[in-house]
Every structure is written in C-alpha cells, then in structure tokens.
C-alpha cells in the first residue's frame, strides 16, 4: 500500500465512523438510548485524551524501560500552559507554544 | 439572541462563533502542511472528516504510521462526545423529515450544538430545521475556508522542524485541555484534576510495555474506566450529573 493510499485509506475511514457518530443517534433516538454507565463512561474522553496526547509527547519511549524525559517538548509546555491560562485563545496557545519550541532549539 | 427562528437570524447569532473556527483552521491548515501532506489533502481532511480538534489527532497519528484502525478508533473515541450532543438535541427535531434530521446530524458541531442549547432558553424550547440548518451551514464553511488559508500559509514555511512548527499540535492539546477543563461544570475540578494526573501515571507507566502506535488508546480506555471508578467511589454526589 503507497504512502497516498494509506493516508486516503484512514481520511475515509476517519470520516465515516465521526459521520456515523454523529448520524446514527438523529436515526436510532426512537428505538433505543445509551445507558447511563456508557455515558459516564465517555464523560471522561475528552479530558483523558486530550492529557494523554500531550504526556505521550513528554517522553520518549524505550520499550522494557521506563521512558526518557524530552527536555526541549517539556520545556515548551510551560510557557504554553501559562498562555493558555492568560489567554484562553487557541490561535494565541499555539503561537507561544511554537516560538517557545523555536527559542529553546535555538538555545 | 432572540425568539426569532429565521436564518437571518441564524447568521447573526453564528457570526461571532465564526472566529473561533477561523482561528483553529487556519491552525489546523498549518499543522497539516507542516506534517508534510499537500494543502489539496488538508481541505480534504477538514471537508470529509470534519471533527474539529479529532482531525488534530488523525494528523499526528498519520504522521507517527500507526495502523489505520487505531487511528479511526481514536478518531471515534475522541469525538464519541458527539453521540451524546446528537441524542441531546434530535428530539427537537423530530417534526422534521429523516433526511433533513440526516442532514443536521452530518453538520452538527460542539459550537452549533451550544447555540442550539443556548437558543431554547429563547424560543420556549422549540427549534427547526432552517435555524439550526443556517448555523450549521456557516460553521463547515468557515471552518474549511479557514483549514485552506492555513494550509496556503503553510506553503511558505520552509523548515518546520527549526521554527517549532511539530509543536503547534502539542500546544494545541494544552489549550484545548484546559478550556475544557475551565469549561466543563459536568465534572468536578479537583476530579478532572486528579484525571489529567492519572492519565500522566498511564502515559508513563504504560510506556514500559504498551507500543507507541496503541498507547494513547489503551491509556484512554484505562483511564476512563479508573474515571467511573473513582467518581462511584469518592465523589457519590455526581453519579447522575450530566
């Protein structure tokens, strides 16, 4: 499978199991409804994903061994963070977060 | 906002949720280009899997190769919030055809289903199809009109590695998570808190044993489950809070 193929591959997939997410209930809403523990149980996707794609990127991984600390990702996160809170702006978050990656490379 | 259900309207409440979507394509534009995928590739990410944020995932999972099927399942796993928004808000709809509640399901988002939520307290609980249709509509647009500028801006950055560009998507998450912490009142802080921490002991821990590719799933799927647990157990107040 190229390179193309395999990205075009996950797009389609990846749109569709999000269209169905969002389609199926419109459609099944009559007949049936998530029980309560399903729903607490996607009550914590977001924040545990979201914290969990940016740890994964704190560390580099040696199997069999604890992983090791990625100085320059940790670094950057803090002045990050700290825009984040000040700011609440996303464009804002991403822009310190880059400059600050930028500066500590240059470093 | 008014009582008013026209797409008029529409327009005019949607307008000043407009810059958010901006400011997140035009980001999401430049960290597709900055992953090395052809601008072309980028809309077509923004038009066909339309996932906000999750689209930021499908990215950096493309770019690590893992195999398709974690990818679709974190893309899934990340906007499974959307079946919960769907079930909330088809009932007010149920006056209208199949395809057009269809329709309105392929369009919904995070900001035209908080709209939608914030329009009932408006209209005494009643909301169509050309209201909600008009929302919709504006949103998509603006959000793949501002993916293209972000992925044309991208062109003309040379070397992402030496101007921190592989940084954006990291940055993205940390502002991401924490309006969602700041925003969410269905958990309690100290317990979303306690989450962010266990899921930093998951990550690291997990990484002894658990490949790369999978990690992030299993760590969700864990740390969910521990997230049920420890509500049940330490915050009994919350259980049927949603």
Redesign the interface.
Same mark, same amino acid.
């Given at each position: 499978m190229s390179s193309f193929e395999y990205t075009l591959i996950t797009i389609i997939g990846c749109g569709l199991i999000t269209w169905l997410s969002r389609v199926l209930p419109f459609i099944l809403l009559k007949k049936m409804t998530l029980s309560p523990a399903v729903r607490e149980f996607l009550s914590f996707v977001p924040i545990v994903i979201m914290s969990a794609l940016w740890f994964s990127n704190l560390f580099t991984q040696d199997l069999g061994h604890l992983p090791q600390l990625n100085l320059e990702n940790c670094l950057a996160s803090v002045p990050t963070l700290i825009s984040a809170i000040i700011s609440k702006n996303l464009l804002v978050i991403v822009t310190v977060g880059i400059v600050s990656l930028a500066l500590i490379r240059l470093i | 906002m008014d009582h008013q259900l026209d797409q008029h309207t529409a327009v005019k409440e949607t307008l000043p949720t407009v810059f958010?979507y901006l400011?997140?394509g035009?980001?999401f534009g430049v960290v597709g280009r900055a992953s090395g995928?052809s601008p072309w590739?980028v809309l @077509? /990410?923004s038009l066909?899997?339309?996932?906000g944020?999750?689209q930021f995932?499908?990215v950096?999972l493309?770019v690590s %190769?893992s195999p398709?099927?974690s990818? =679709?399942l974190?893309? @899934?796993?990340?906007?499974?919030?959307?079946?919960?928004l769907?079930?909330t808000i088809?009932?007010y709809?149920k006056q209208a055809s199949?395809a057009k509640?269809?329709f309105?399901?392929?369009l919904?988002t995070d900001e035209s289903f908080a709209l939608g939520m914030n329009k009932l307290n408006f209209t005494q609980g009643r909301l169509n199809f050309p209201w909600f249709n008009t929302v919709n509509l504006l949103a998509y647009a603006t959000w793949n009109i501002a993916t293209l500028i972000g992925a044309l801006i991208g062109n003309y950055i040379a070397d992402p590695q &030496?101007?921190?560009?592989? @940084?954006?998507?990291?940055? /993205?998450?940390?502002?991401?998570?924490?309006? &969602?912490?700041?925003a969410?009142r269905?958990?309690a802080l100290s317990l &979303?808190l306690l989450?962010?921490g266990l899921?930093?002991a998951?990550?690291? @821990?997990g990484?002894?044993?658990i490949?790369?590719n999978l990690?992030?799933i299993v760590?969700?799927i864990v740390?969910?489950?521990c997230? =049920?647990f420890i509500?049940h157990r330490f915050y009994p107040g919350q259980?049927?809070s %949603?």
């Open positions: - | 958010g400011g997140i035009i980001a995928f590739l @077509f /990410m066909f899997i339309y996932a944020s999750a995932i499908t950096s493309l %190769h398709i099927i990818i =679709v974190a893309t @899934f796993l990340v906007n499974a919030r959307m079946i919960l769907s079930l088809a009932p709809f199949l509640n269809i309105l399901g392929t919904l &030496q101007l921190g560009l592989d @940084f954006a998507i990291i940055a /993205m998450f940390i502002g991401l998570l924490y309006l &969602q912490v700041s969410d269905s958990l &979303q989450m962010i899921t930093l998951l990550s690291y @821990f990484a002894v044993f490949p790369s990690l992030i760590v969700t740390g969910c489950s997230g =049920v509500k259980t049927t %949603h």
